[in-house]
């Protein structure tokens, strides 16, 4: 211990030490001036009592301290704190803090930037998506320029659809969590989204919907009902029609958890840890062909991220992916009324 605050004592970053019942034990001289703690005076005072945030509360409670929480204290008004509980020793804590409000500004900024240029982008491509339209429609137009015309229309679809894409992972972006959010009958929405992929002019043969669980999910009805549906478009995109399509959404002691299966071109294994970033593509051609925007996968990333649950996928090359969502308990919700249901297309 004395080891342990001698070494600790002079860091640039804000340390801490918690004992078992969360009461502060000793700090250093950075976590004294970034916590406003008072040497003598708060010693032994639990931690939970002196920085009350939401965010950080819920951090501590939910026991889950692989990542940081970031709090804005309101002390300070532009001042961010990254906050990470470390244990050690029988019960002990670690708390790091360090102060993040310039990363925060920058990300800001850059998140600023992309919102307003999309923003920005939408009004003229509505005018040119406008006037192609009426262009592609109008007898006196040369037959010859109607080909060109038509891939002009499909070109700023896509331009619309990647600036849709970019508006939303903006607005996912600017808080890090839903807190609450209503329950959410998956039943009801997978079958919205089989009629979806049904509806399409070409499409796998085979959809099914198997619901192994009544639990509902409760998070942001749109967001969750986004990131499905990007997980069953994809589906629906890269499975040529004579495969098949399941979405499985069943519950356990992990929690919730909704799988798209799909027996479509798959994804070589080196580029599965990657799929999630922005504008990353396998094959760019198939993508482009298909009207993807490349942030279809990003955005489920986000959405889930915001419900405290992770993506898992696996893919084989040539036989098929599947995407699962892994959603903790505490997402879940009994209804009244329990049903179970298979629909087979
Ligand atoms: P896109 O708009 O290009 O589909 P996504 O972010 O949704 O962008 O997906 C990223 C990439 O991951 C896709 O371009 C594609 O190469 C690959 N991918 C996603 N889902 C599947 C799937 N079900 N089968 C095969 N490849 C997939």
């Known amino acids: 211990m004395r080891q342990l605050q001698r070494s600790t004592a002079a860091l640039p970053n804000g340390v801490v030490i918690l004992n078992a019942q969360r009461e502060i034990v000793w700090f250093n001289r950075m976590a004294a001036q970034l ?16 920085l009350r945030e939401p965010e950080f509360l819920r951090y501590l409670t939910r026991q889950d301290y692989s990542n940081p929480v970031v709090i804005r204290p309101t002390m300070g008004e532009d001042t961010y704190l990254s906050l990470q509980v470390v244990p050690y020793g029988e019960g002990q804590l670690l708390l790091l803090v360090s102060d993040v409000s310039r990363q925060m500004r920058l990300e800001a900024v850059r998140r600023d930037f992309v919102a307003n240029a999309s923003h920005e982008l939408r009004s003229p491509l509505t005018v040119i998506s406008g006037y192609l339209e009426t262009l592609g429609q109008d007898p006196a137009v040369d037959p010859d320029l109607l080909g060109p015309i038509a891939e002009m229309r499909r070109q700023a679809e896509r331009m619309t659809g990647i600036i849709r894409d970019l ?35 070409v499409h796998p043969h085979e959809v099914r919907v198997r619901v192994e669980s009544a639990a509902q999910l409760i998070g942001d009805e749109s967001e969750i009902h986004s990131a499905f549906s990007n997980l069953v478009d994809n589906a629906a995109k890269y499975t040529p029609p004579e495969g098949s399509i399941e979405m499985r959404w069943w519950t356990d002691q992990g929690g919730g958890h909704l799988a798209v299966t799909d027996t ?12 999630t970033e922005r504008f990353y593509r396998v094959d ?21 991220q915001r419900h405290g649950a992770r993506l898992e996928v696996q893919s084989t090359l040539g036989e098929g992916s599947s995407f699962i969502c892994h959603f903790p308990p505490e997402r879940l919700a009994q209804p009244v009324a329990a049903g179970l249901s298979t629909e087979t297309a």
């Open 35 to 50: 916590l406003e703690l008072r040497s003598t005076a708060d010693l032994g005072l639990r931690i939970d009592n002196l």
């Open 167 to 201: 508006i939303e992972l903006s607005r996912l972006e600017e808080t890090d969590e839903v807190v609450g959010g209503a329950p959410i009958d998956v039943a009801a929405l997978l079958s919205l989204l089989r009629k979806d992929v049904l509806a399409r002019p």
């Open 284 to 304: 760019a051609g198939r993508s482009r062909a298909t009207g993807g925007s490349g942030l279809g996968l990003a955005i489920v990333k986000h959405v889930l």
């Open 264 to 275: 479509g071109f798959g994804i070589p294994a080196e580029h599965i840890p990657r799929l």
